[in-house]
Structure formats: structure tokens, C-alpha cells
């Protein structure tokens, strides 16, 4: 598995976060798309505009009474548990309070925004946990650049290669994606939504060796080797309800000094 990370983060100038960002995001990108989500730019755009709408009108129906599909987004866990919980919660609150006219409203305006071609904003690429088994306690992160965090159980050390790789192949890693819809004449604001995927190291490898064997089969006969299925997204956060949803953000910072 490919390490990306030559220096220090989190907490450096703005100038040289984003001299780290020139350098280091096209790697990341490239990693994070080809070995890690095992799809292209175009794939993901299509599959967040398809999830972005599916979630739309399951809050649709649930502000006429229908909260079938809602519970299946949540049940299905293509909705992340806060942020199912908090749209729930907001329905119900609305509807409870008779602004059932006022939502919908602005459902229609969301609506608008929906119909234009998805851009993607952000991605973040986080070594070294996944939400399915992180609970925080007793480690920490170091943020390298706009793109690329850290996580670990010991705070030295985690600018260096060898713990980079040695934490994507135990612990896996984590990918946010940030993807935003605008209508420039529609009224509202442009509308956000991110979503996230998680690989264990174990499917790491395989996605590396997969890799390998399409690439030499390609220079073989330019054919195609059975690939290995790209990684499945679960919606965390649309339009900040939970600030980013950042989960790793409850281990400690670390000062990039110590990260050294």
C-alpha cells in the first residue's frame, strides 16, 4: 500500500498547508480513487447524485406521513446513525409544530439545486481508523495538508512512511467526500453533502493486488482481470447538521512537533 505523506501538519501556516496541498493532493486523489474506492471521479459524482436524490425523497414522504424509506436508509446504513437520528428528529419537530407548508418550500428549492451536475468539493483521506471500530480513547491525529489526517495510539512518529503504512495495513483507513450541488438561479444555498467509505487493511491489500494483476494483464493482451468491488458510501452530513461528522476529530491533536 502507497504512503503519502513526506512532512509535518495541523497547525502550520496557511501558506504551507497549501504548498502541502499542491504537492501532495494529485497522490492522494490518485490513491484514494484507484485503490481505495476502486472507482473513477465520474462514478462517484453519479452515485452521490443518485444517493442525494434517493435521501430527498425519502424526506419527502416523510413529511407526508411515509417514513418507510427513511427507516430503510437508516436501517441499510446508508444513512450514518446521527444523521438519521437528526433527520428525524427534524421532521418530526416540523411537522409537530405545523411547518409542514414551510419545509416543503424549501425541499423544492433543495430539489432545484439536485439537478445540476455534482462537483466534488473535498475529499479527506484518514490512516488509521474507521468509525465502525473507533471510539477515541487514548489516541491521536496530526493533520497533514487540507487532505490527509493521521490517527494513531502513539503521537510520535506519524509523519513518517513506515508508520503510515504500517497504520493503513492494520487499522485501514477512512474517505470523506464532499460533494456539492448549485443552481445559480435557483434561490437557497448551494447544497452540500458528504459522504464516507472505510476499508480494513485486509481489503486494502486485496485492492492493491488486484490492481497489480489488472495492470499486468493489461500489458499482456490490454484485457481486463476480475476486479474487486469498489467500496460502499454511507451519507454522514448534509448541509453541516453535524458539522462534518468528523468523527476522528475526538482523538487528541497533536503538536506537528511531537508528530515528528
Known amino acids: 500500500v502507497s504512503c503519502l505523506c513526506a512532512g509535518g501538519g495541523g497547525g502550520v501556516s496557511v501558506m504551507l498547508r497549501r504548498a502541502l496541498d499542491v504537492m501532495m493532493y494529485p497522490q492522494i486523489k490518485s490513491f484514494t480513487l484507484g485503490t481505495v474506492l476502486r472507482m473513477g471521479r465520474k462514478e462517484l459524482l453519479h452515485g452521490a447524485a443518485a444517493a442525494a436524490n ?16 427513511l427507516v430503510q436508509l437508516g436501517q441499510q446504513q446508508a444513512l450514518e446513525r446521527r444523521l438519521h437520528a437528526a433527520l428525524s428528529s427534524e421532521i418530526s419537530r416540523g411537522v409537530g409544530a405545523g411547518c409542514n407548508d414551510a419545509m416543503r418550500q424549501e425541499f423544492w428549492q433543495q430539489q432545484q439545486h439536485l439537478q445540476q451536475q455534482p462537483i466534488l468539493e473535498h475529499l479527506t483521506l484518514v490512516i488509521g481508523c474507521r468509525r465502525s471500530s473507533f471510539d477515541g480513547a487514548g489516541h491521536f491525529r496530526l493533520s497533514v495538508g487540507s487532505h490527509l489526517v493521521v490517527v494513531s495510539e502513539h503521537a510520535h512518529g506519524l509523519w513518517r512512511v513506515a508508520t503510515q503504512r504500517g497504520l493503513l495495513l492494520s487499522h485501514g483507513c477512512t474517505v470523506q467526500c464532499s460533494v456539492s450541488f448549485w443552481d445559480q438561479d435557483s434561490p437557497g444555498s448551494a447544497q452540500k453533502y458528504r459522504f464516507e467509505a472505510e476499508l480494513s487493511g485486509t481489503e486494502l491489500r486485496r485492492n492493491e493486488a488486484a490492481n497489480r494483476r489488472r495492470s499486468v494483464m493489461s500489458s499482456i493482451n490490454d484485457g481486463d482481470c476480475t476486479s474487486t468491488p469498489p467500496a460502499q458510501f454511507r451519507l454522514v452530513d448534509i448541509n453541516a447538521m453535524l458539522q462534518g461528522n468528523e468523527f476522528w476529530k475526538i482523538a487528541t491533536k497533536v503538536n506537528p512537533i511531537v508528530g515528528l
Open 54 to 69: 434517493a435521501v430527498m425523497t425519502a424526506y419527502s414522504d416523510a413529511l407526508d406521513g411515509d417514513t418507510t424509506e
